[in-house]
């Protein structure tokens, strides 16, 4: 039996007629590729020519593996899923692609598009940030709603989306990935337009690292860097580590978390290890 992919908590009620199987469905018709039109919600801008080539290849030994997803539009179809085999099919010089037509609302449509390109991975930060800007405005979701719907934490749909707070010229470098998407947050410290196109072409002049350009924006702003704050250790946990210590005569960590942890046993030497080892045998042979 062939497995569902994976989909975001929420998206099986939210594409109940289409996260189906196709294979469970009939087979496929023939749609020619001049009656089709790309899916208006696509998140995904920037295309990998030699991706496409490769796959066009394939596609000429082999055929369409996975049939497309449409709708129908008037007297056109529309793609719900699959414009990567779409694009390589017209590169491999076909006239028609094997497809299922389902119904799908708009919701549906963007829903779908933006989930099949998050999990390949496909998307680059901007493309991210302006698919989860473009759905919450839509469809009037919360960042928290988002997050359910696509499997990702509210906390970082919304550090995608401070991305949209960026200058024109500085997205750009962020959609080319000649900057990464921890040095547009960085860049976001700053206080004006001017300081950020600035310090982004400083960066990519210099190659700086995001931490370089993180200590940068601080010197700039006149903020101090924030100090880690070392995790407070219980008292009992404490009194544990001392017992052991005197116990194994070596230095001994207990990490706990809600109960839950590990324990580090230092030695300097196989010789010590044997003997701490011959200790704690010894212990539990005398339970």
Same mark, same amino acid.
């Given at each position: 039996m062939t497995k569902k992919r994976a989909l975001g908590r929420g998206l099986e009620s939210l594409l109940p007629s289409i996260v189906d199987e196709p294979s469970e469905k +009939? #087979?496929?018709a023939e749609i020619a590729v001049l009656e089709i039109d790309p899916n208006p919600f696509q998140p995904r801008i920037d295309w990998d020519d030699e991706e496409l080539s490769s796959l066009s290849e394939s596609i000429k030994q082999q055929g369409i593996l996975q049939p497309l997803v449409l709708r129908k539009n008037n007297d056109r179809y529309q793609l719900i899923a699959g414009e990567r085999r779409l694009r390589a099919s017209i590169l491999a010089g076909l006239e028609t692609v094997p497809a299922f037509i389902r119904e799908a609302d708009d919701k549906q449509m963007m829903a779908l598009a933006l989930i099949e390109n998050i999990q390949r991975q496909d998307l680059n930060p901007m493309e991210k940030a302006e698919a989860f800007s473009r759905f919450c405005d839509e469809f009037s979701m919360t960042q928290e709603e988002l997050g359910k719907q696509v499997g990702i934490s509210r @906390? %970082?749909? %919304? &550090?995608?989306?401070? =991305? !949209?707070? =960026?200058p024109e010229a500085v997205k750009a470098m962020v959609r080319s +990935?000649? $900057? @990464? !998407? +921890?040095? +547009?947050r960085a860049l976001l410290g700053l206080q004006s337009e001017d300081q950020? #196109?600035?310090h982004a072409k400083l960066c990519l002049a210099r190659g700086y690292s995001v931490r370089t350009l993180e200590d940068l924006v601080r010197k700039s702003t006149g903020r101090k860097p924030v100090k880690k704050l070392k995790p407070e250790i219980l008292p009992e946990i404490k009194q544990l580590e &001392?017992? $052991?210590q005197r116990t194994l005569g070596t230095r001994v960590f207990l990490k706990d978390s809600g109960g839950k942890g590990k324990l580090e046993i230092e030695y300097g030497s196989l010789d010590e290890l044997d003997r701490i080892l011959s200790i704690i045998r010894g212990r539990g042979n005398s339970t």
């Open positions: +009939g #087979k496929p @906390s %970082a749909i %919304a &550090n995608f989306q401070r =991305l !949209m707070e =960026l +990935g000649r $900057l @990464s !998407m +921890g040095h +547009g950020i #196109k600035r &001392n017992e $052991l």
